[in-house]
């Protein structure tokens, strides 16, 4: 078991730019789970995927925010036409329902200039 | 809407002794509670969680906690602080009627001071 993954670690863009962060659950969980966290906050829940499905969006997630777990496996989360606003700590989690205690990465620090 | 406060943004305590953060939700469901720590440009590391039963839980690292459904509370305790134990700490909340995400308090962050 190593861990929930995420790539890359710290990400710097300028404003316009799109980006995208990977999220590698624990094998064999079948949730996941996308937050963002700001600076003196606690994490904000944006998404999640039950296998491939996507079953909750929050209303945080705008239409320049799309998440993605083709197979069931790892997840992507991509941000279009970036804004300063849009850095923050973006966090991934996995759980195995039906306990569904949630395993978080080290997070994608990302910096809009 | 469900919400978790944690009153005490900064906590100072000395080595050696004790440790309570306090945690109060609002929740419209049976709610299943979490204590996470996070080190500074790290992710969380979940300390220890309540789903059922016996209501006072314990974690790792020497910490416990209580759940108190009359007080809507889940308070974090240690009973002897290390300084390695210096960092954010963050109550969760969630629910299977919520898809089991997690609503989070803003945090506390403690310094140990020798």
């Known amino acids: 078991d190593t861990g929930v993954s995420q790539d890359p670690r710290h990400k710097i863009t300028k404003r316009g730019q799109n980006v995208t962060f990977r999220c590698d659950p624990i094998?064999?969980?079948?949730?996941l789970y996308w937050y963002r966290q700001t600076l003196g906050q606690g994490p904000e829940f944006l998404t999640y995927?039950?296998?491939?499905?996507?079953?909750?969006k929050s209303r945080l997630l705008s239409d320049r925010f799309s998440a993605e777990r083709p197979k069931g496996s790892f997840s992507t989360l991509e941000i279009q036409r970036t804004e300063q606003g849009d850095s923050a700590m973006y966090l991934c989690?996995?759980?195995?329902?039906?306990?569904?205690?949630?395993?978080f990465g080290a997070g994608t620090r990302l910096s809009v200039l | 809407a469900q919400s978790v406060t944690q009153p005490d943004i900064h906590i100072t305590v000395s080595e050696g002794a004790s440790l309570e953060l306090r945690c109060n939700y609002s929740?419209?469901?049976?709610?299943?509670l979490f204590w996470y720590v996070q080190s500074p440009g790290q992710g969380l590391q979940l300390l220890l969680k309540?789903?059922?039963?016996?209501?006072l839980v314990q974690g790792i690292k020497g910490f416990e906690a209580e759940f108190k459904r009359s007080q809507s509370s889940f308070n974090l305790r240690k009973p002897s602080v290390h300084w390695s134990d210096a960092a954010e700490y963050f109550c969760?909340?969630?629910?299977?009627?919520?898809?089991?995400?997690?609503?989070f308090g803003a945090g506390t962050i403690l310094r140990v001071k020798s």
């Open positions: 929740y419209g469901a049976t709610p299943y």
């Open positions: 989690a996995s759980s195995a329902v039906p306990k569904n205690i949630q395993y």
């Open positions: 094998s064999e969980h079948n949730r």
């Open positions: 995927f039950q296998n491939e499905a996507q079953l909750e």
């Open positions: 969760a909340v969630g629910a299977l009627e919520y898809g089991n995400k997690l609503v």
């Open positions: 309540y789903f059922s039963g016996d209501t």
